[in-house]
């Protein structure tokens, strides 16, 4: 087994994590949309998708549903609000990532819009716990696309054998695993100092 030098974690889902679904199905009710939906329009939509390739930026995204969802700057603003209204920090995991430094290299990628640094240094202060952060937005490409697991690993100047990756979605961890590094299905449930161990990693 290389030994591994580098550990990368997904943001949403693992990092940040919808804890309290209830402002999001509130917002759903409100405007008369199906479960889900609201969801599914920001991420999983063909201008959500194109707004994560950074194709589009985020704010033509919000643009396009202001008009889709009618209403004005005001309530836009509002949805925004409600829509990560439920989200929260995953602290203790974000400890073990701290602790984790300086002996590993400790890296963000995540599939999002162009605003994922701003999410990141004045939503949620981490930046600072990470070494790199790789955002789909800015690479033009999503996880689980190798392109972006190889471009990561030549900028830490890693092999995929070095590296480790975090991420909620099988599909992004399959991916990693495409390309040669560990990964770990991320669930709420999983102790992630433990997992990491059974890669050596202390």
Known sequence: MAMIKTVIFDVGGVLVRTEDPTPRRRLEEQLGLQPGEAEYLVYNSEMGQQAQRGEIASAELWGWLQTRLGGDDAAMAAFRQQFWGGDRLNAPLLALVR???????????????????????????????????????????????????????????????????????????????????????????????????????E
Do not use: C, W
Request: glycine share 2%.
């Open 99 to 201: 602790r984790l430094r300086p002996r590993y290299q400790t890296v963000i990628i995540s599939n999002a819009m162009d605003d994922l640094l701003h999410t990141l240094t004045v939503t949620y202060p981490i930046a600072d716990a990470f070494d790199l952060i790789v955002g789909s937005a800015t690479e033009k490409v999503m996880k689980p696309a190798p392109e972006i697991f190889l471009r990561t690993l030549a900028r830490l100047e890693r092999t995929p054998a070095e590296a480790i990756f975090i991420d909620d979605m099988l599909y992004n961890v399959e991916g990693a695993r495409a390309v040669g590094m560990a990964a770990i299905h991320y669930t709420p449930a999983l102790n992630v100092a433990a997992a990491l161990a059974a890669y050596e990693v």
